[in-house]
């Protein structure tokens, strides 16, 4: 096996955060502010240029969910 020109690996790490307040309808704060973030880390090397968008795409959609899924659980449990 040979290998020609220069292969660099490369480590990324992408973060999402969302802070969010619950208030009534006159704007009295029911709860918050709350700050709730997410991360996800992922390895790559120059060969795998073009797969590295669908990946940060896969991971940012990943992320979005995760932090929409926890707002929806603490809603639930305020609600209860």
Do not use: C, W
């Not at 973030?37 to 940012?60: F, G, K």
Request: no cysteine.
């Amino acid at each position: 096996i040979s290998l020609s020109g220069v292969t660099e690996a490369g480590q990324y790490q992408l973060t999402t955060s969302v802070d969010f307040t619950l208030e009534d309808p006159k704007g009295n704060t029911l709860l918050g502010p709350i700050h709730l973030s997410t991360e996800r880390q992922y390895s790559t090397n120059a060969t795998q240029v073009l797969s590295t968008n669908s990946i940060e795409t896969r991971l940012d959609q990943q992320m979005s969910q995760e932090l929409a899924d926890k707002i929806l659980n603490i809603l639930a449990r305020y609600q209860a």
